[in-house]
């Protein structure tokens, strides 16, 4: 039994005390943790179909059946649909097959089509449909040696992508050409990004979310660059806070040291045992503490495998407690409308006394690049 086919066991012990009597995932990286690939089909219908007891089946168009046949779970089911036919028959066939009758429980991707979501509920109509990530979260949040080791070298990949990020710094760049800088570097490396380049630059930064655009550096502007790759599709993520030449707004080296100590404080608490949510207070109140509690406008992190975004969430109300082997971002931030802003992400694994950085370590100080 490969790792695939042990994730699917897993899934099905689950589902079985849960009373599940399949599981629907789409082309997503539900679909690639459980068969090592996925195809997102773009409008089309693409489905693993995982039952309570039983082998598994894709449903996919007939274009992607060669591809569904060579996964590395070996699925021996595979059902490649005809635009002119439609996955429905498919479907059909297969709750049949698997006993899906009225009163059932399917789990549904959660990021499944709307449009298919809506197929399913009018082909099954005495179904009841409910979303599957917590199930699955509950699988995939806790990684493996194997799994900790892929995020390890996409992390010291995106670490070295940073440092030379930081020599294409020149006095009118633009953002979108440090983007391109950074996804270059990425190839060159032989990997692909996780996500698209952030790059912000002066005020720009003080928008956790801005659109990396053709603002043109400037001597004095803090600089935020939030980055990531892949290794064996598992992803890094890291944020970065520097100035290119003396910042033009002293309060620059004092926000940095504040996120700074608010970045240690998370990683410090962190540890088997404490819930995610205490991890974002051990952050929130050094922040707010320093009067810049209303500035820190997002959840101090996210876990991170093969999605960028994934279970656990460090965000208040979230009581989860922490388990060896998790993995997440721990990214503390100040932004100042019209100013500046700070970020500092390090992803960090759980380990059996606390948590250990797959990144190496921010500066303690707001970095001076050279203008």
């Known amino acids: 039994m490969n790792d695939y086919q042990t994730r699917v066991a897993r899934l099905q012990t689950a589902m079985q005390a849960e009373g599940v009597a399949l599981t629907l995932l789409a082309g997503t990286d539900q679909m690639r943790y459980l068969s090592g690939w996925r195809e997102g089909g773009h409008e089309r219908f693409v489905g693993l179909f995982v039952p309570a007891q039983g082998e598994t089946a894709f449903v996919v168009p007939a274009m992607n059946a060669p591809q569904a046949r060579k996964t590395p779970l070996g699925t021996q089911q595979v059902h490649g649909w005809a635009d002119e036919n439609g996955w429905h028959p498919d479907a059909k066939a297969l709750f049949a097959q698997y006993g899906v009758g009225d009163g059932a429980t399917v789990l549904v991707d ?38 900790v080791a892929s995020l390890d070298e996409a992390a010291r990949l995106i670490d070295e992508v940073f440092e030379e990020t930081l020599t294409a710094l020149k006095e009118g760049v633009t953002e979108l050409e440090i983007a391109d800088f950074v996804l270059s570097a990425i190839k060159r490396k032989g990997s692909a990004p996780s996500f698209s380049p952030l790059i912000c630059f002066g005020a720009n930064c003080a928008l956790p979310h801005h659109h990396t655009g053709n603002t043109s550096l400037k001597k004095g502007d803090t600089v935020i660059i939030d980055i990531g790759c892949l290794s064996d599709y598992y992803a890094s993520d890291i944020t970065r806070t520097v100035s290119f030449g003396t910042p033009s707004d002293p309060d620059a080296f004092k926000v940095y040291e504040i996120v700074h100590k608010a970045h240690w404080s998370a990683r410090n608490h962190a540890k088997p045992g404490v819930s995610c949510e205490s991890v974002d207070n051990a952050a929130r109140s050094i922040i ?12 101090t992190g996210h876990g991170i495998g093969i999605s960028t975004h994934e279970p656990p969430y460090i965000v208040s109300g979230n009581s989860l407690l922490l388990q060896e082997g998790m993995c997440f971002s721990v ?31 921010a500066d303690s100080t707001l970095r001076v690049v050279e203008a």
């Open 331 to 361: 990214e503390p931030g100040i932004y100042l409308s019209g100013r500046f802003g700070v970020r500092i992400e390090n992803i960090v694994t759980v380990t059996s006394d606390g948590v250990r950085s797959v990144n190496v370590d």
């Open 288 to 299: 707010t503490a320093e009067g810049y509690g209303a500035e820190f406008v997002h959840r």
């Open 110 to 147: 959660d990021e499944l089509l709307s449009v298919h979501l809506l197929g399913l509920q009018s082909l099954f109509p005495n179904v009841r449909f409910a979303p599957s990530g917590d199930l699955m979260a509950s699988l995939r949040q806790v990684k493996t040696a194997a799994e």
